[in-house]
T-cell receptor, first 112, second 115 residues
Framework: GENVEQHPSTLSVQEGDSAVIKCTYS??????FPWYKQELGKRPQLIID?????GEKKDQRIAVTLNKTAKHFSLHITETQPEDSAVYFC???????????FGKGTTLSVSS | GAGVSQTPSNKVTEKGKYVELRCDPI?????LYWYRQSLGQGPEFLIY????????DSGLPNDRFFAVRPEGSVSTLKIQRTERGDSAVYLC?????????????FGPGTRLTVL
């Protein structure tokens, strides 16, 4: 079935460093790839997304890259801050375009 | 404006009981999704509504789970004969456009605990 793999499961960085989270997906029909941030006990919130007709997208300190041939996409956070600490989920649309398939999440810890 | 809301925020029930979980989407959003999130996992798709109809219910784990959206707004997820394995956070999300190729706005979830 459709699957999204996410690595690493945990990531610890020092404030100011960069953080990279990688995901691979199985369904070549997927064409929308959002990233959600979930703070402890809170709802997931979209931080950035990318569609299959674009290879890279940037929003201030956050960027996402997509390689459709290799079926992988990555989240890049530069100049990390303690408030970036959270669980980050990648997702990809299923073949029918009716749902998001989520990765298992990456717990990012930014220490000051 | 108001975001997606879910009630109750917490529900504790006994094995074998029936529960209903409610989702109020953002006004005007036609697409509504239910997901289930277990501890340490990402949200797992359950069902997707376009308006009043379930366009994709392939994620419902078995026939104990059922969801409705009779007027195309509020949705209720119903679980019969609850089992301990049903314990999880049930998340609802809505979107202004049909199909999953658009941002989904999540509610705070209902934490279900089956004793």
């Amino acid at each position: 079935g459709e699957n999204v793999e996410q690595h690493p499961s945990t990531l610890s960085v020092q404030e100011g460093d960069s953080a990279v989270i990688k995901c691979t997906y199985s369904d070549s029909a997927s064409n929308y790839f959002p990233w959600y941030k979930q703070e402890l006990g809170k709802r997931p919130q979209l931080i950035i997304d990318i569609r299959s007709n674009v290879g890279e997208k940037k929003d201030q300190r956050i960027a996402v890259t997509l390689n459709k041939t290799a079926k992988h996409f990555s989240l890049h956070i530069t100049e990390t801050q303690p408030e970036d600490s959270a669980v980050y989920f990648c997702a990809a649309t299923n073949q029918a375009g009716t749902a998001l398939i989520f990765g298992k999440g990456t717990t990012l810890s930014v220490s000051s | 404006g108001a975001g997606v809301s879910q009630t109750p925020s917490n529900k504790v029930t006994e094995k074998g009981k029936y529960v209903e979980l409610r989702c109020d989407p953002i006004s005007g959003h036609t697409a509504l999704y239910w997901y289930r999130q277990s501890l340490g996992q990402g949200p797992e798709f359950l069902i997707y509504f376009q308006g009043t109809g379930a366009a994709d219910d392939s994620g419902l784990p078995n026939d104990r789970f059922f969801a409705v959206r009779p007027e195309g707004s509020v949705s209720t997820l119903k679980i019969q004969r609850t089992e301990r394995g049903d314990s999880a956070v049930y998340l609802c999300a809505s979107s202004p456009r049909d199909s999953a190729y658009n941002e989904q706005f999540f509610g705070p979830g209902t934490r279900l605990t089956v004793l």
